[in-house]
Every structure is written in structure tokens, then in C-alpha cells.
């Protein structure tokens, strides 16, 4: 099965025989929250929300994981129940503020509660992270993500940001093939950057192994329906493909036929 999926301790896996070095992680991939959390106290907008979630981003790294014949990596749970982007000691790991939301069920944890919320979803996505990228022949690491068009009252007008780390290589390269596309303002670190502490999942498996990694985020007024998520995900695909050859490597996936 070419797109099989399967999930395992709160980790979607897709296409985990995928013949492609490339390794995409989605890790804002959903808004779940299981009951036992009770919603986290929050109303359904603010459920549904950016900030609950990355809205698109999992069609995106779907379609990229389709034209690249490459194994995806998901979250089942909200980034609210525990952001997987996020050290086990930094507070937005399980957040209780995030943008103008208040939220309820992350005020005052236990320590207790933070290391059980640990075990149950960061040390499972954590651990199935290393053993993909284990199996994999010099890897490359690509991490794929959504943000909000406004931000506090503030409209941002960056389109798809490339994030790094200390490791700019690929990035480098994405950002020279996407220099020549017009059609799309693209920036490097923006919105946000590795300051903000959004890089953890690069820092942690890819940077100390000298894997090649890069970090994506798309604004998701740009990818609100399957298609248009389709179209960012074969526009994505092609800019890491060339990025790809400009470095000596190739994607080694099967042609997009989506
Ligand atoms: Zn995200």
C-alpha cells in the first residue's frame, strides 16, 4: 500500500515504506483534544482556531508526502494538549496562554500532569521521529507548518516562511529556487524564527546528526481547502526537489502524479 497509515502511541504515520530519503513531520497536524482533557475549559472557537492547531498544514505535508513519496509524521493531538515543537520544560509546551486565549486546563499543572502529558504524546512522537529518521540513508528532515494571516490585530503579509536553525543549507537552497517564483512572497525566518523557539524539532533531530532540514510554514488563508493545499503542496514539492539537485541529491520519489 503506496499511502498506507497507521497510528501508533498518538503518532499518525503515513507511507513509513516510502522509498524517498526525505522525512516530513507535521506537528500542529490536529485540533483533538481527547475527553478526558474536557476541551481544556476553552469554547469551540478558540478549539478550532490557529490556536489549537495548524489549520492545512496536514493536507499540505499529505500532499507532500504523496509527490515526494515520502513518510509523514503527525500529531493526533492539539498543540494545547502538548505542542510536540516544544521541549518538555519550556511553559508553551502545554500552554495556558496562547495569542488572546486564556486556557483553562493548562493553569497551574502538576508536575505530575506535565510529565504524564510528556510520556503519553511528546516521548512517543519523539522516539518514532528518531526511528524513521534511523532507517533512512543520510536523511533529510522537513518540517511543515501553518500561521495565522493575523496575528494580535497585525495582518501579515509573508506568504510561506523558511525557518532554520544554525544549519542553513537547505533553506539557502529553497530560498534561491523560491526567489525566482513571483508569484508568492517568501521569507527566511518569517513569521517567526529560531529565537522564538519554533526550531526544537530541527535542533533535536536533524542539526547534532548533520542531517539536511528545513522548516516551512505556509499562512493558511493560502491552503483553507483540500485544493488549494494540493496546489502549495506540489508548488512545496517542487522547490524542495530543485533545492534538492542544487545540493547534489535528489528526492528520489515517485513523478507527482496528483
Ligand atoms: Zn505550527
Redesign the pocket.
Known sequence: MPNAQRDQNNVKITRDAAGSSLVLVC??ASSHIPKEFKDLGLVPDARQSHVAW?PG?AGVAQGMSSCLDAVLLETTVS?LVYDC?RPPNAPDAMPDKSEMHVVPGNIGLSETERARRTKLFYEPFAMALRQCLTDKTSPVLITI???TPIYNGTPREVEIGVLHDSDVRLADAMLSVASECVSAKVERNAPYGPSDG?THTLRTHAIPYGHLNVMI?VRNDLISTPKRQMEMAETLSVWLRVALQSLGLTAEGAPCTV
Open positions: 506537528e500542529h495548524d498544514a498543540r515543537n507548518h501553518s500561521f519554533v510554514e
